[in-house]
């Protein structure tokens, strides 16, 4: 059997000018998470990310704590990227705003309001799965999810036997394939996505035309230090 790592990006800069760039907390916890792979003597034959620069940048770090990786090379697939938050948000905020009137003040201030930020962006992110009308402002969750589907087929399709293959990554897209493999229902697929913390690791394993779960939101890099502060969820 074969394995897939679908690996979380660190923590990126929530509230910052440019979410898309790792914190300080998430170059660390890149680096843990590299380092915790050589340990184990895990090595990948291929790394694949999105072409968001929290996730090139997760797996560069990663892998440069990881001195006996036999590649350093991240090919890239957009499949891979997060959905677009900004448009999301664009499209759906207005329906809570109705009956929620300082929603967009935690929206627009998420860094000093993150608690009330994410029971904000937790309505905004049901409204956008469950909605079954084709929207032209955002990208469907539907389409969402099998856009993922095709960038999982691709690495399927490239994948030697028994290899082991790293995903750098971001949450909605764990989710999705998540989603794929289980068949559950998108509103519970998400209630797992809130759980899933930075540079996590969910592995699936593929052979004989099948791809299923093995682990879901490994963290034991980061929990063998005990320190609360490296585990973060944005």
């Known amino acids: 059997?074969?394995?897939?790592?679908?690996?979380r990006h660190g923590q990126a800069s929530l509230g910052a000018a440019d979410y898309d760039v790792l914190s300080p907390i998430g170059i660390e916890q890149s680096k843990l998470l590299g380092q915790h792979f050589d340990q184990l003597g895990v090595t990948f034959d291929r790394c694949v990310a999105?072409?968001?620069?929290r996730q090139i940048d997760t797996g560069k770090h990663a892998l440069a704590a990881m001195p006996h990786a036999p590649t350093t090379t991240i090919d890239s697939d957009p499949a891979f990227n997060e959905y677009h938050s900004d448009k999301v948000i664009a499209t759906y905020l207005p329906r809570i705003i109705e009956s929620q009137p300082d929603a967009r003040y935690y929206i627009e201030n998420a860094g000093q309001h993150r608690k009330e930020f994410q029971g904000i962006f937790s309505q905004v992110i049901t409204h956008w799965i469950t909605d079954e009308s084709r929207c032209d402002t955002c990208e469907p969750w539907t389409d969402f999810v099998e856009r993922v589907r095709g960038g999982l087929e691709r690495v399927l399709a490239a994948a030697g036997r028994g290899q082991n293959i790293a995903i750098f990554t971001s949450g909605g897209a764990i989710t999705a394939a998540l989603q794929l493999i289980?068949?559950?229902?998108?509103?519970?697929?998400?209630?797992?996505?809130w759980q899933i913390v930075n540079t996590s690791v969910?592995?699936?394993?593929?052979?004989?035309?099948?791809?299923?779960?093995?682990?879901?939101?490994?963290?034991?890099?980061?929990?063998?230090?005990?320190?609360?502060?490296?585990?973060?969820y944005r």
């Open 1 to 7: 059997m074969g394995s897939i790592y679908l690996i």
């Open 50 to 53: 999105g072409q968001m620069l």
């Open 182 to 193: 289980t068949h559950m229902p998108a509103t519970s697929a998400f209630e797992l996505n």
């Open 202 to 232: 969910s592995r699936l394993q593929y052979g004989k035309g099948k791809l299923s779960l093995a682990s879901f939101n490994g963290q034991a890099h980061l929990d063998l230090h005990k320190r609360a502060e490296w585990l973060t």
